[in-house]
T-cell receptor, first 119, second 112 residues
Framework: DAGVTQSPTHLIKTRGQHVTLRCSPI?????VSWYQQVLGQGPQFIFQ???????GRGNFPDRFSARQFPNYSSELNVNALLLGDSALYLC??????????????????FGAGSRLTVL | RKEVEQDPGPFNVPEGATVAFNCTYS??????FFWYRQDCRKEPKLLMS???SGNEDGRFTAQLNRASQYISLLIRDSKLSDSATYLC?????????????FGAGTRLAVHP
């Protein structure tokens, strides 16, 4: 079975541009989360989507938006890019939303990430 | 104060050493706890969950003290392949969704 797949793997943008990152969850997983990891820090929660609806949002500006499609894949959009948006953007999927994550039953699995550089 | 705090390291240890990582978290409502491992420029991967009774997986032992809001990871008989960053993670399940809160990570370098 394929894991969580993300595209593109690397991209370079300039300030003020817009970027769209894509994610396909593990087959059977209905929940997709997005995290931002700046160099030297742990990942930070951006969004969680389930059944095409936003279910949770972290402390990120409105320039960040996302959506989930009927096949459970997801896109993360970032407008008006700033230098500080340079980071590894991680998508993660889990099977269920209605229970807390726990090993074995409902774990969060990450994709390899999309590394964004803003110049 | 950060929600999850870890010693950033790096911990430089010889092969075969025992090394311990500590972590504290601020929100007593946190519901589940994990250690993730992240290799350089790769995604985090689940190493193990952490249970109140303590749990072991081969050379790795995790402990949780809810009263002190403290989590630990012990690695025995370190291997070169254990070199990585270890992320302490707490999960908040609230408002109908899961939110993982990561520490900044502790870097481990195992040398021959």
């Amino acid at each position: 079975d394929a894991g969580v797949t993300q595209s593109p793997t690397h991209l370079i943008k300039t300030r003020g541009q817009h970027v769209t990152l894509r994610c396909s969850p593990i087959s059977g997983h209905k929940s997709v989360s997005w995290y931002q990891q700046v160099l030297g820090q742990g990942p930070q929660f951006i969004f969680q989507y389930y059944e095409k609806e936003e279910r949770g949002r972290g402390n990120f500006p409105d320039r960040f938006s996302a959506r989930q499609f009927p096949n459970y894949s997801s896109e993360l959009n970032v407008n008006a890019l700033l230098l500080g948006d340079s980071a590894l953007y991680l998508c993660a999927s889990s099977r269920r939303l209605d229970q807390a994550l726990q090993s074995g039953a409902n774990v969060l699995t990450f994709g390899a990430g999309s590394r964004l550089t803003v110049l | 104060r950060k929600e999850v705090e870890q010693d950033p390291g790096p911990f430089n240890v010889p092969e075969g050493a025992t090394v311990a990582f500590n972590c504290t978290y601020s929100n007593s409502a946190s519901q589940s706890f994990f250690w993730y491992r992240q290799d350089c420029r790769k995604e985090p991967k689940l190493l193990m969950s952490v249970y109140s009774s303590g749990n072991e997986d081969g050379r790795f032992t995790a402990q949780l003290n809810r009263a002190s809001q403290y989590i630990s990871l012990l690695i025995r008989d370190s291997k070169l392949s254990d070199s990585a960053t270890y992320l302490c993670v707490v999960n908040m399940f609230s408002g109908g969704y899961n939110k993982l809160i990561f520490g900044a990570g502790t870097r481990l370098a195992v040398h021959p």
